[in-house]
C-alpha cells in the first residue's frame, strides 16, 4: 500500500534550521507530483511549497520563500524541504502529500495521499 512517512521535525531557536524528509512507498510515488503543506493550532492548512514530479516546476509560498527549499530524490522515494531562518510563525504540523494530477497546486484538496504530519517548533 502507497503511505507517504514524514520525519525531520522537531524544536529549534528562531534562526535555527530544520531539514524535513518524507518516505514513499510503493513505485508511483516516483512520478507522482509532491508537496508539502502545514497547519498551526486553530488554522487551516497552508501550502508551503510544491515540486513537479520531474522536479521542472516548483513553487514556494510567499511567506517561506527565500529560507526554505523543496527537494526530491526520485531513485530514493524521497521529498525534502530545508527550512532555514526558521520564525516562530513556522511553527505547525507539516504535512507532505502526493498526486500524480494537481491542476491548482496550493490547494490541499487536490492531493490524495498524506503522510501522518512532524511537529515543527520555533521558539523565539
Known amino acids: 500500500q502507497e503511505q507517504l512517512v514524514e520525519s525531520g521535525g522537531g524544536l529549534v531557536q528562531a534562526g535555527g534550521s530544520l531539514r524535513l524528509s518524507c518516505a514513499s512507498t510503493?513505485?508511483?510515488?516516483?512520478?507522482?507530483?509532491k508537496a508539502w503543506f502545514r497547519q498551526a493550532p486553530g488554522k487551516e492548512r497552508e501550502f508551503v511549497a510544491f515540486m513537479s514530479w520531474k522536479g521542472g516546476n516548483i513553487y514556494y509560498a510567499d511567506s517561506v520563500k527565500g529560507r526554505f527549499t523543496i527537494s526530491r530524490d526520485n531513485a530514493k522515494n524521497t521529498l525534502y524541504l530545508q527550512m532555514n531562518s526558521l520564525e516562530p510563525a513556522d511553527t505547525a504540523v507539516y504535512y507532505c502529500a502526493a498526486d500524480n494530477i494537481v491542476p491548482t497546486y496550493y490547494d490541499p484538496a487536490q492531493y490524495t495521499y498524506w503522510g501522518q504530519g512532524t511537529q515543527v517548533t520555533v521558539s523565539s
Open positions: 510503493g513505485p508511483t510515488f516516483s512520478t507522482y507530483h
